[in-house]
């Protein structure tokens, strides 16, 4: 399974006139690909709401429109990587609370001790102060990210590989 996200592009030309709501596109993907409705949640969470007209159709338009002028391109997350990272945080005892293309949200009734612990091997996870069981992990993208962040959960190898395909009969 392959979803998209969209990731700013490189730009050497001046920006043309554009709105606020791109503006604000533009600076979020500057941080890291997202998904459309992940740009929406984040807008929120930070206020841009409150001097941006915010709603999904506009949000859907804008994202295109940038990608048809050339300053967002689509990015591909594949399914492995994050069939791999449920496999590891089930095995490690989370609970699955939800995800996205990039990310997994999780529950642990240990979660402030375990953000600690993985903070301290150099996995940065999120933290919610109104959920304190909640944490969400980013998908490893590569094979040295999924060792590592296996290592910091305890795990032996057999967590390590994605799930396998399964066999036809």
Not at 90 to 110: I, K, N, Q, T, Y
Not at 113 to 123: C, N, P, T, Y
Not at 157 to 163: I, L, T, V
Request: overall charge neutral; charged content about 25%.
């Amino acid at each position: 399974m392959i979803n998209s996200v969209y990731s700013k592009r490189y730009m050497s030309d001046p920006l043309p006139d554009i709105s606020p709501l791109a503006l604000s596109i533009l600076e979020l993907l500057d941080e890291r690909p997202m998904h459309p409705y992940e740009l929406a949640s984040t807008m929120r969470e930070r206020h841009h709401d409150e001097f941006i007209r915010l709603n999904f159709g506009t949000l859907y338009h804008t994202v295109e429109m940038l990608e048809r002028n050339g300053l967002v391109g689509r990015v591909t997350c594949e399914g492995a990587d994050a069939a791999a990272l449920d496999k590891m945080l089930a095995v490690a005892g989370f609970a699955s609370a939800g995800g996205s293309p990039l990310f997994r949200l999780v529950r642990h009734e240990d979660a402030q001790g375990w953000f600690e612990r993985l903070a301290k091997s150099g996995i940065l996870v999120r933290r919610f102060e109104a959920r304190p069981a909640w944490l969400r992990f980013g998908i490893a993208g590569s094979d040295a990210a999924r060792m590592r962040l296996c290592a910091a959960l305890g795990l032996d190898s057999k967590a390590r590989a994605a799930p396998e395909a399964p066999r036809s009969s």
